[in-house]
């Protein structure tokens, strides 16, 4: 055999054990590329659910969250306009028994005392019927000023039974019949200032 021809063979072989060695290493990196596409799939696909799962959640407690807050406005609008309602009933009552108090201040009248009793329990019956709608602060001044009223009719009985009206007071003192009006008169410089910061505060809360 010549020398070429083992040349050729030689060639042929290490060509042949190249070629396989090639196809092997081909191979191993589809195989390679086709494993690490398939779990960076899977790990994808995963993440991605994970995530859908998250936004899924999310958007439902989202759409909770809107509805609570939906029905929270509606709550408040409802009680607003209650509250609005009953802060205006209830200053027209105040008002009344104001001028009620005020009358009896001006001109001491005794057969004017029963309805101004009256009054007072009206206006305390008002403001306990709508105690679910008054704030705290308000309710503390409205009975303070129920005060201030109750104040002036004990001050009125006692001037009219100070003045002689009552046969059991007699021969009261003029310094006495002083003093009992001048009560009378800080009482009702306390409940015209009271009632002017309810209406203040009122007006301020009807406001928002």
């Known amino acids: 055999m010549e020398l070429i021809e083992y040349v050729k063979l030689a060639t042929a072989f290490i060509v042949s054990i190249g070629g396989t060695s090639v196809v092997v290493i081909g191979l191993a990196k589809w195989f390679g590329d086709f494993l ?15 995530l859908e799962g998250i936004k899924n959640k999310y958007a439902k407690e989202l759409e909770e969250t809107k509805s609570n807050i939906e029905k929270a406005k509606m709550q408040y609008a409802r ?42 329990r009206l206006t305390k019956d008002a403001i306990n019927d709508n ?3 008054i704030e705290d602060e308000h309710y503390v001044k409205l009975i303070l000023l129920i005060e201030k009223f109750e104040q002036l009719q004990f001050g009125k009985v006692k001037l009219v039974d100070v003045r002689g009206y009552s046969n059991e007071n007699e021969g009261i003192s003029i310094e006495e019949t002083r003093t009992t009006i001048n009560e009378n008169k800080t009482t009702k410089d306390n409940y015209d200032k009271l009632i002017l910061d309810i209406g203040k505060s009122f007006r301020t809360q009807l406001k928002g």
């Not at 690490?36 to 994970?50: A, G, T, V």
């Not at 609005?84 to 004017?112: C, G, H, V």
């Open 79 to 120: 009680y607003s306009e209650k509250q609005f309602e009953s802060y205006n009933s209830l200053w027209k009552i105040l008002l009344y028994t104001k001028r009620q108090a005020d009358m009896l201040w001006e001109k001491l009248e005794p057969s004017q005392i029963p309805a101004f009793s009256e009054q007072i």
């Open 36 to 50: 690490s596409k398939r779990l960076l799939d899977s790990y994808n696909n995963k993440h991605e659910q994970e």
């Open 131 to 133: 105690l679910l709608l």
